[in-house]
Every structure is written in structure tokens, then in C-alpha cells.
């Protein structure tokens, strides 16, 4: 039987990459197909490498435009048969149309309770808000800022006078747990987008929520 594929693509680090690899790939017929980044630098290539993953890098500056650069990372995920596409640390904006191509196929993780604090410096902007409760999101990828329908989601309790850097820490294990257990709801086919009113966000249908949580 054929497994089901994931590209995953990185811009640093890695290390939501490297929950994948050793906790879905290679695991319940799910395979990590290949590895695109952003940055030849990234340290997510030297994970993927060791994983035996083929990996491609598409930096904004080798090509003309981000039209150009996305057309060539489409080709590339198109060329290894990829199933879903998962953003795990992608720190560049892409194409709509590339968006569009890969709708209802691509999801991301992002550090916040959405639609709380979404965009950049998320963590930063619950701390700067006050928040008691900020958590992990995983979500569809749609033409908005972080507005996709939502797979799953985890709270995180914040301590008193919070360190962004424990935060941080707090919020990269819950993103460690979560990406994983999404990838394989959808795996298996126990997610469904359903249809929306336009302008209205769209939600899904879970066959079975993660430890229950959404």
C-alpha cells in the first residue's frame, strides 16, 4: 500500500521537523517524502540529510521574484508525490497561488491560541497582552495571516511573570506533541474542511480529535 507523504518545509532550525522524523516517519504507512527550505543554511537540511530525506533548497534570493520561487518548490513537492504539505518553522510569506494550488493540503503550526495573536512575534504578543492562557494551533494554510480552518489545538497554562525564553520552551514541546498527532488525524483520513460562507472561516470535521483536544 502506498504511504501517505509529507513535505515539510523549514527555514532554521528544525525542531518540529525533527519531532516528525521520529515520531510519524516511517510510522503507520506516513513517510516524510522530502525537505524544503528556505535558507541553504538551514540546520532542518542537516536533520533531513541524516534522515536520508531528500531536500531541496528554494532561498527568495536565487530566484527573480516569490512567484518565480514558489513555482520552483511547487515542482519539487509535485515531483515527490507529496500527500500534504506542512509548514513547520516556514518563515517566508508565499504565493497565492501557490497557496491555491495546495489548498486543503497544506497546514501549519503556529504559537497562539488562534485567532489570538496571529502573524509574527505571537508569543511575544500574549506575553505583551497579559495573557494567562496561550497555547499551539494547527491549521490549514489559506490566502489570510494565520485564518485557515483549524485541526487541533492545545492550551498552556502561563506561569506568574512568564520568561519569554521558558515560554518559548513551554510552547515548543506542546508544538512537538500537537504537529505530529494532526499529521496523522489527516493521515488517515479523519479530517474533513468543511464548506464556509464567504467571508466566514472555515472549520473542520474531526472523525476523532486528538486527546481530545481541538
Excluded: K, W
Excluded at 535558507?39 to 536520508?52: K, S, T
Amino acid at each position: 500500500m502506498r504511504p501517505f507523504r509529507l513535505a515539510v518545509l523549514v527555514s532554521g532550525e528544525g525542531s518540529n521537523l525533527q519531532a516528525i522524523l521520529d515520531s510519524v516517519h516511517g510510522r503507520e504507512g506516513i513517510d516524510v517524502a522530502c525537505v524544503g527550505a528556505s535558507r541553504p543554511d538551514a540546520r532542518a537540511l542537516e536533520r533531513a540529510r541524516e534522515a536520508g530525506v531528500p531536500t531541496g533548497v528554494f532561498a527568495a534570493s536565487d530566484h527573480s521574484d516569490r512567484a518565480v520561487r514558489d513555482e520552483a518548490l511547487a515542482e519539487f513537492l509535485i515531483a515527490h508525490d507529496v500527500d500534504l504539505v506542512v509548514l513547520a518553522g516556514f518563515m517566508e510569506l508565499l504565493d497565492p497561488a501557490f497557496v491555491r494550488r495546495f489548498d486543503g493540503r497544506m497546514i501549519n503550526v503556529h504559537p497562539s491560541l488562534l485567532p489570538a495573536f496571529p502573524g509574527v512575534r505571537a508569543i511575544e504578543q500574549a506575553l505583551d497582552y497579559g495573557v494567562r492562557v496561550t497555547g499551539v494551533t494547527v491549521h490549514f494554510v489559506d490566502e489570510g495571516v494565520d485564518t485557515g480552518a483549524i485541526v487541533a489545538q492545545a492550551a498552556i497554562e502561563l506561569p506568574y511573570a512568564p520568561d519569554i525564553a521558558r515560554v518559548e520552551e513551554m510552547v515548543h514541546a506542546v508544538e512537538h506533541r500537537l504537529l505530529p498527532e494532526a499529521i496523522r488525524l489527516i493521515a488517515r483520513g479523519g479530517v474533513r474542511i468543511e464548506p464556509a460562507e464567504p467571508g466566514a472561516r472555515r472549520r473542520v470535521n474531526l472523525e476523532r480529535e486528538p486527546n481530545g483536544e481541538r
